[in-house]
Nanobody, 128 residues
Framework: QVQLVESGGGLVQPGGSLRISCAASGSISSSYAMAWFRQAPGKGREFVGYINWWGGSRTYTDSVKGRFTISRDNAKSTIYLQMNSLKSEDTAVYYC?????????????????????WGQGTQVTVSS
């Protein structure tokens, strides 16, 4: 079994920055592909970004390109989401997800159904 625990969420002003983390434990290896999704109130779960097992392949949803950066530290079994120039529309619960197989097709990387394990989420609120 794999456990994912997100942390680092909070309240930040528009234009500010925040870094959230996702620590993995249990039967997980560094070969897992990882991703961030988010869900705003009254909306469905939205893909944010994906990173393959060694960090050489990353993809983002258009609305966060140039502002968000996903990274991973396999030695710590942790992935990060650095969020800069935050906007009110970034307000959501952010979830990390893990897949035991690489999701090289863009459509697969963006699909929540392709991920086997999920964290409990961390709230990010962008407001003045």
């Amino acid at each position: 079994q794999v456990q994912l625990v997100e942390s680092g969420g909070g309240l930040v002003q528009p234009g500010g920055s925040l870094r959230i983390s996702c620590a993995a434990s249990g039967s997980i290896s560094s070969s897992y592909a990882m991703a961030w999704f988010r869900q705003a109130p009254g909306k469905g779960r939205e893909f944010v970004g994906y990173i393959n097992w060694w960090g050489g392949s990353r993809t983002y949803t258009d609305s966060v390109k140039g502002r968000f950066t996903i990274s991973r530290d396999n030695a710590k079994s942790t992935i990060y989401l650095q969020m800069n120039s935050l906007k009110s529309e970034d307000t959501a619960v952010y979830y990390c997800a893990a897949s035991p197989t690489s999701l090289d097709r863009d459509a697969d990387a963006r699909s929540p159904t392709k991920y086997m394990y999920w964290g409990q989420g961390t709230q990010v609120t962008v407001s003045s």
